[in-house]
């Protein structure tokens, strides 16, 4: 039988690993996982847009998860919003779990805000800014519990998508692709279309020399990278993945975020190559201020990166048709969760019904106070 | 299509709600909860034999949590055995998991001793015993993050298995059932061929006294009754249920000390009957020294009781044979797991295959240091 890529979905990268692996998923049952977490980083001014204010990013990954869990938000008044008022793409994350209803478990990376649901606890904590150059404890930990919480989805489900809700995370994740030597310059994105590149940046040099190592020093060792310079999303979601990524295919959900445990990954399991993608959104893929094609080349040739053909220019609703200006982009598994649901529903879940199922949240999540 | 109940499971109580459950439940996908707790209860000396010694009784559920994740066990050396070296149950429920390719997941209701694996995290601590009359802190949280894991997994799966593992779980399971009035006398079982029901009794009564309460005080107020005498993997379990069992069938995985969730829940909301049932082994129910079919009697007619025809007397196993003798009986969910995995299989899966895998898996079990 021959595969189709169905017009919702699109592919970058290498196209017969990624039709090799969507077939392997079509029509099966796979799970979703979203680890939260808190890095300092976001709190310093103008690093992060994902909240209102600096203070206010720390409540975006818990406000996300209790959205998608509960389908409201208690952590916080309203929901989390960027300055401009546009609000969290958990709404998209939903409008996929729902129509699929796919399972889905939030994951605690480490945060100091923490959501008022259950979560999946592996003993991380809030990260340091990453300018300090150590940001983060426990990591071998967070990263055993990955791995065995990876093998027991593993026993369970035929695909994993693995994503996050981390405020701050493209500078950590500049940080640690940097030090891994994955990069040399800043190629991660935002969820502004004013990509604060070089405050990033200097303060990534900061926590560099702080740390006393220069651009590749850590490319032999990831998980140093992590303790150094990443935030508390990182280290688990590197666990999960190379725990499940042996034995089902794995689909790495978000954007530039994800990028640096990708990389960990492989260089930690290359055998793993060819069973893990990315899945992400046509808006991450077009931002002309990032560049993760050119991040994944640097990473490997043969990891797909698989994006959801979502358009809401004819939304009715500003804050949605501002995906389509450069704002968001990607957060809260939007992208991976969304191509999951097309391929579980084995076509049967569109980008039309996932617009139409968007509009439904969106009208009730413009009403929360 | 008439349902006929496959030759490994049996019925007792209402067989039109179980046929009609099961029917709904066969062929679909469930997904097994196992809910670890302790109660210093399970430390007086005498209470609980679930465990090596009294100190050791606070490492069965986290330990059985770990062998069901892991294979293996890390907090403590071997895997939990009663004072004859019995081992725990939990290898059949492995068996059950493992053939059935379930989803599973461990939940700390609370607990004084951490298990090293991932667990879902509900804000619950270790119990008091029971004789303080006031046990439980953080109850009303427990039981609404219960309630929302309930929904969640509703969301995502046809049926619902919930299960404990809680040393010392008999006794705080009487005097719950006693002070809602449920139960006027020691009908609740124990891992022990010698039940000790007069400590049990004397321990509860002085429990009722410094409470100032009497039998059937808290009957209108089951979480209260929970809060006072109750160990930590009650209220989330009773929260899960009335999440769930709203809208998907609910399996009570265990004995007696799932007695008190079933009589709390059907008073909380007795819309849910016809939608519940216990699932458990034939050993529990032919129990001389304990009465689950007449505890269930006068929690409803309607609850009924589904077994699991397990028969270890031909095992070459003296620690599986003693299952015949009155050891163990339950725990671990292993009653309500062999079920679901038989329902899930839509009967694909029989007692013959579950006695050879718990054989596999007690080979293994022998040897561990």
Redesign the interface.
Known sequence: MTFEIPPSLGVRGNEKIAVDMMSRMWGK?G?FTCTIANTLTSTIPGVSEAGDTPELTLYTGPADAEYL??GKVTCMKGIPINPGGIPTPATLTKAA??LS?????I??GGSKIIPN??????GGECGQPVNTGHTLSNVQQAFE??K??GN??A???DYVVVSESCAGGTTTALAVLLAMGTIKENLVSSSSPKNPKQLKWDLVMEGFKAAGIQIGDLADDPLKAIECFGDPMMPVNLGIALGAAKRVPVIFGGGTQMAPIMAAAVKMDPSIIGNIMQGTTRWLLADPNSNMVKIMENISADIPMVYINMDYSKSPYEGLQAYEWGFIKEGVGCGGSSVAAVLTSAGAIDCDMLLDRVHDLYKKVMHFD
Chains 1, 2 share one sequence.
């Open positions: 049952k799970v869990v509960m779990l729902e209803k796919m399972p889905y478990f994951i605690n649901i259950p979560c999946i606890e592996v519990y990955g065995i919480l027991q989805l026993d369970a489900y």
